[in-house]
Nanobody, 123 residues
Framework: QVQLVESGGGLVQAGGSLRLSCVAS????????MAWFRQAPEKAREFVAA????????NYADSVKGRFTISRDNAKKMVALQMNSLKPEDTAVYYC????????????????WGQGTQVTVSS
């Protein structure tokens, strides 16, 4: 079982930046596809970004393209989400997710999830 722990959330003004990190406890971290999702109050969980094993392939939701960057460091068992030009609508709990075989945006396909970290963007 892979354990994921997110960190880096907080309160930031619109236009500011935050960097989220997700650390995995499993030795085989490099064999997992990784993704970030978010969920705002009273909203469904939605896809943000995904990254493949090597880090050479990424995918982003249209709402964050050009502003967010997903990356990974397999030696550190870490995946990061750099968030720039933050908007109030980015406010949500951000979740790190992992799967051994799936690369995509469907929440149902990811087997492992972190506890989430709160991101609040003020106007």
């Amino acid at each position: 079982q892979v354990q994921l722990v997110e960190s880096g959330g907080g309160l930031v003004q619109a236009g500011g930046s935050l960097r989220l990190s997700c650390v995995a406890s499993r030795r085989t971290f490099s064999n997992y596809y990784m993704a970030w999702f978010r969920q705002a109050p009273e909203k469904a969980r939605e896809f943000v970004a995904a990254i493949n094993w090597s880090g050479g392939r990424t995918n982003y939701a249209d709402s964050v393209k050009g502003r967010f960057t997903i990356s990974r460091d397999n030696a550190k068992k870490m995946v990061a989400l750099q968030m720039n030009s933050l908007k109030p609508e980015d406010t949500a709990v951000y979740y790190c997710a992992a799967d051994s075989t799936y690369f995509g945006s469907s929440i149902a396909e990811y087997d492992y999830w972190g506890q989430g970290t709160q991101v609040t963007v003020s106007s």
